[in-house]
């Protein structure tokens, strides 16, 4: 079973940018698909970003692409999620999951593994 811990979040300005971290602490990461969702107060969880075993391979939400990058390092056991010009409708807990397929299948993304979730708050 894979477990996930991320780290990174905090409180940012507007325009303002974070490095979210998800380091998972079993040997299999290297071939599941990786990705972060996000949930703000009252509304729906939403999958942000998405990247394929290889990295080579990335997935984004309308509303984050061009703004947010996914990556990730498989000697390391970690992906991380680098946001830039973050606005105030970007506030919302960060959870990274983990997709026992390997593959890149975009808004198909399935958590079947999750983090504990960071929070990430942007003000004006």
């Known amino acids: 079973q894979v477990q996930l811990v991320e780290s990174g979040g905090g409180l940012v300005q507007a325009g303002g940018s974070l490095r979210l971290s998800c380091v998972a602490s079993?040997?299999?990461?290297?071939?599941?698909?990786m990705g972060w969702f996000r949930q703000a107060p009252g509304k729906e969880r939403e999958l942000v970003a998405a990247?394929?075993?290889?990295?080579?391979?990335?997935h984004y939400s309308d509303s984050v692409r061009g703004r947010f990058i996914i990556s990730r390092v498989n000697a390391n056991g970690t992906v991380y999620l680098q946001m830039n010009s973050l606005k105030r409708e970007d506030t919302a807990t960060y959870y990274c999951?983990?997709?026992?397929?390997?593959?890149?299948?975009?808004?198909?993304?399935?958590?079947?593994?999750w983090g504990q979730g960071t929070q990430v708050t942007v003000s004006s």
């Open positions: 999951a983990a997709d026992s397929r390997s593959y890149n299948v975009g808004d198909k993304f399935r958590g079947d593994y």
């Open positions: 990247v394929d075993w290889s990295g080579n391979s990335v």
């Open positions: 079993e040997g299999t990461f290297r071939s599941n698909a």
